[in-house]
């Protein structure tokens, strides 16, 4: 064997021995993901038709009501409601009180800074529609969108 040959080996095996220790990539700072399955998802909610709507006597409907349902069966998870405007949803996520937010959300809402957007899963008028979840979840928000991604036709 060449010099290169075993530097190019050796660099393989470093590498390989570091993604070994790696555990899950992506992974959630805080659990979020491990925690909601076979458990609850704790879903912020703005009212915003069609697609959230929330009645008086406390029912949730609408397009993204579906979605967040959809998504919360495949994990295992029991969805836990918080009904508020968008303002009170981003600072309730931002301190960790939420999981996800929903409420016809935009890839142009202001909310970036406290909450990672999914990749928008539709487009409205021009609109790029997403969902929010705790920033440094990456495994739940990879896994709601690949949700999105599936229920959309993306993929299979």
């Not at 969805?79 to 405007?85: G, T």
Request: with cysteine.
């Amino acid at each position: 064997m060449g010099r290169n040959t075993l530097r190019k080996a050796a660099s393989l095996a470093a590498c390989l021995l570091l993604l070994s220790a790696c555990e899950t990539i992506p992974a959630d700072s805080i659990g979020t993901l491990d925690r909601a399955r076979d458990g609850e998802l704790v879903v912020g909610v703005s009212e915003h038709h069609p697609w959230t709507d929330v009645s008086e006597n406390g029912d949730y409907s609408g397009s993204e009501i579906e979605l967040i349902e959809g998504f919360a069966e495949s994990i295992g998870a029991d969805v836990q409601w918080y009904a508020a405007p968008e303002s009170v949803l981003a600072g309730k996520i931002k301190e960790d009180q939420l999981d996800v937010a929903i409420g016809g959300l935009t890839s142009t809402s202001p909310w970036s800074t406290h909450m990672a957007f999914t990749r928008p899963y539709t487009k409205v008028d021009g609109e790029s529609m997403v969902m929010g979840t705790r920033l440094g979840e990456n495994e739940l928000l990879v896994a709601l969108e690949r949700y999105l991604a599936k229920e959309f036709g993306e993929i299979s």
